[in-house]
């Protein structure tokens, strides 16, 4: 017999490539991190003698969720300026806590808060855009989880960086050491927005990102003051700003991508523009709802982002993949948009696109690695069980999710954490909530 590290025997696998199996009474035998094989069980157990086995009689195996665009950190200021309009929660909530609070300490606690609530929601890889990316690939390779570490790139001074120039060489610079072939971390830049860089700045960021080979990641037409503002101090929208200086092109990220018009999506398209559609922050905000519809016809590869949990507040794919699916049939007027299976590629297969590691995680498949979720379906919430991939999408929570791997990784063993402590991140950030409560009261 062929040893295998790990035999996971569920009820039913959702593979997700190739699309729309839904596989029942099979298994998947893992080994040194990777996907072994995907076959019946009585198959699998004539042919693997595993380390350890795994049975779950009620639940679904899905690849593990990619969260392609969030805030990690941000955690600590859930809740902070609720029920505000995107300029003002931008101009007179967060920004101002930033410039107080932001710091090393700060990243490292909010993004261990952060990745315990996406590994128990089956998040196994997540895109951050944050100050202090370094802090966040520690923690991340102290924790496990995979990640795309983006880092931010303006004209304005920050904690981290004080112009565009030391944003571009720190970035430079993590993109080389010690992340250049790291297992768990990938590297980006990530521009805050295109109002928050001048021409020549653009510029120098397309520079390095081509002499680096890096992708770029960007909130863009977020908001129609956000396309006004432009027009204005410009003369150009976003989108122009961004072609002009030759970022449009396929290792281009646009996050929320709500505004645009036929002709940008169509440029999108021919250039091979991935979206991260954050339907939850965008309704929270009022920024508007992207048309997705429109979007996957024109053949644009769109993932799935929660944003940060200021602004959303919950960093839920299971809760994106149903306010997407809902959404794109409320807009387009056509109850068949964006199917069940739809919304879990956009949250899986499509996310690992959108960040360039499609070839490694985002589907069941032998060779790629265990990036895996399995997802009690027993729950009262999800029963009876007609349809496994919609059960997914329209009926399930977060909390169903009863174990995770990454890289083969058991991290969450039928709803227990194997290498965090939850409750050590909930009294860190009952620290900081006490910390900013007190000064929020002084002022």
């Known amino acids: 017999m062929q040893h295998c590290d ?28 990777r996907i072994a094989a995907v076959l019946p069980l009585d198959e699998a157990r004539a042919r693997f003698q595993p380390s350890v086995s795994i049975e779950r009689p009620r639940h679904v195996l899905i690849p593990g969720l990619v969260n392609a665009h969030t805030h990690a950190a941000m955690t600590l200021f859930r809740g902070l300026a609720d029920d505000l309009p995107l300029e003002a929660w931008l101009h007179e909530g967060i920004w101002p806590a930033e410039r107080r609070w932001v710091s090393a300490e700060m990243v490292r606690d909010g993004t261990g808060l952060a990745v315990a609530e996406m590994l128990r929601g089956g998040i196994t890889c997540f895109s951050d855009q944050y100050f202090f990316p370094e802090i966040v690939a520690e923690v991340a390779t102290a924790l496990s989880v995979r990640a795309v570490v983006a880092t931010p790139v303006a004209d304005f001074p920050s904690a981290w960086a004080d112009n565009a120039t030391e944003y571009l060489q720190k970035g430079a610079d993590l993109v080389h050491d010690p ?28 520079v390095l990102a081509d002499q680096l080979d890096a992708r770029v990641q960007i909130h863009l037409h977020e908001s129609a003051a956000e396309v006004e503002v432009s027009l204005r101090d ?10 002009g200086a030759g970022l449009v092109n396929r290792s281009l990220l646009a996050v929320h991508a709500v505004h645009l018009t036929g002709d ?33 016809k024109a053949g644009l590869n769109v993932a799935l982002g929660t944003d940060g949990a200021a602004s959303n507040n919950l960093l839920d794919m299971f809760s994106e993949m149903r306010s ?98 939850p409750a050590a991140a909930g009294a860190r950030a009952d620290e900081w909530r006490a910390r900013i409560a007190s000064a929020s009261a002084i002022q």
Request: glycine letters at 10%; charged letters at 20%; a negative charge.
């Open 6 to 33: 790990t035999l996971i025997a569920p009820r039913w696998c959702v593979p997700v490539a190739p699309a729309g199996g839904v596989l029942e009474g099979h298994a998947v035998a893992v080994s040194d991190g």
């Open 179 to 206: 992340y250049a072939d790291h297992p768990l971390i990938a590297t980006a830049f990530a521009p805050h927005s295109t109002l928050s860089l001048s021409d020549e700045s653009l510029s120098a960021l397309r």
């Open 234 to 243: 410009t003369g150009k929208r976003p989108f122009e700003r961004l072609a």
């Open 264 to 296: 940008e999506l169509r440029q999108f398209a021919e250039a091979g523009v991935c979206i991260a559609h954050c339907p939850n922050s965008n309704l929270k905000l009022a920024g508007g709802i992207a048309p997705v519809d429109r979007y996957l």
């Open 324 to 421: 997407a699916a809902l959404l794109a049939k409320g807009v387009s007027g056509d109850a068949s948009a964006l199917p069940a299976a739809g919304a879990l590629s956009m949250a899986t297969i499509a996310g690992a696109r959108a960040l360039g590691l499609e070839r490694h995680i985002g589907s069941i498949e032998p060779g790629k690695l265990a990036d895996l979720a399995c997802v009690d379906l027993g729950t009262p919430n999800s029963q009876p069980v007609y349809d496994v991939v919609s059960q997914l999408v329209y009926a399930t929570r977060a909390d169903q999710v009863a174990d995770v791997w990454v890289g083969g990784r058991h991290l969450l063993d039928d709803g227990r954490f194997t290498r965090l402590d």
